[in-house]
């Protein structure tokens, strides 16, 4: 049996809150599955083969096993792949053997689970390998689905990326739109400063904001929706005297040229928020 932990995620809860949406557990007809109950007599065992249809990043497959290990705790599972591992189309992630209701009952939680988070390391290993280039690294964004995104976080990790905040309590970032309530840039990033935040990110989109930012006291800039030669210049400003990060549209096409601007960090929203569902599938045989 594997184990899987993260810092603030409930992996019990999260298993028996999806298992309950798909069983329909709130309505008063519900907390059952109809047709498996219908069709598979009792005590029906099978076995089955969790595959990959495409190339892919893999993360998940230890929610895979909570699934099916909720319904039938004495299920045989045997984790064929580690997580973060790259695989080939065809290879086989886990083997299952167990109660044939209770597999089939569990199955589309499995498969969207490992679908989606495997999903979303493919991308960001992508983003990686294109951005072809150690001494930048790659961070996602607060753009993850209600509830989510402890796992999603965790997906990018297994792609070889790294997190951003957690959410809005960890680290200051001050937007547009703060700016446009204090009245600058250098205002914003004081208030921040005498709110004793430690981690002051200041998001910057002209060239004339970085000084004020840094006097004020910002630990990193993030420098919004620059042309990699905008990066260029921006870094030359700043000299190293804080973190970089290019934030804003980066795609597979642009991020080499913006990460050889020389920034410190570069921030992807896609990783999460538009990431493609992997091609996964699970055959099951009677035994």
């Excluded at 991020?255 to 699970?282: E, F, H, N």
Aim: glycine share 8%; with cysteine; aromatic share 4%.
């Amino acid at each position: 049996m594997s184990t899987f932990a993260l810092v603030g995620f409930d992996l019990d809860r999260f298993v028996a809150d999806t298992l309950a949406e798909d069983l329909g557990t709130a309505h008063p007809d519900g907390g059952i599955d109809v047709t498996s109950t219908a069709v598979i007599p009792a005590g029906t065992r099978f076995a089955g083969e969790m595959r990959t249809r495409e190339p892919v990043t893999v993360a998940g497959l230890p929610l895979a096993e909570a699934f099916f290990r909720a319904l039938d705790p004495c299920v045989r599972c045997e984790l064929r792949i580690a997580e973060g591992e790259e695989i080939a189309a065809g290879t086989v992630l886990l083997r299952l053997e167990g109660d044939a209701r209770a597999l089939l009952t569990a199955e589309r939680s499995a498969l969207n689970t490992v679908q989606h988070l495997s999903g979303i390391a493919t991308l960001t290993r992508r983003y990686v390998q294109a951005m072809n280039r150690a001494s930048c690294t790659l961070l996602d964004t607060r753009k993850t689905l209600p509830g989510l995104r402890a796992l999603e976080k965790y997906a990018v990790r297994m792609g070889g990326g790294e997190n951003h905040r957690m959410g809005l309590w960890d680290a200051a970032m001050i937007k547009d739109n703060h700016v446009l309530v204090a009245g600058s840039v250098a205002e914003a990033v004081r208030r921040a400063r005498e709110a004793g935040i430690a981690d002051i990110i200041c998001e910057v989109d002209s060239l004339d904001q970085i000084e004020p930012a840094l006097r004020a006291g910002a630990t990193r800039l993030l420098l919004d929706n620059m042309d990699a030669d905008t990066l260029r210049e921006a870094v030359a400003r700043v000299a190293g005297r804080v973190p970089t990060e290019a934030s804003g549209g980066i795609t597979l096409d642009t991020i080499a040229a913006k990460a050889a601007a020389g920034v410190d960090y570069i921030s992807v929203g896609r990783l999460t928020q538009s990431a493609p569902a992997a091609d996964i599938g699970l055959d099951f045989t009677p035994l």
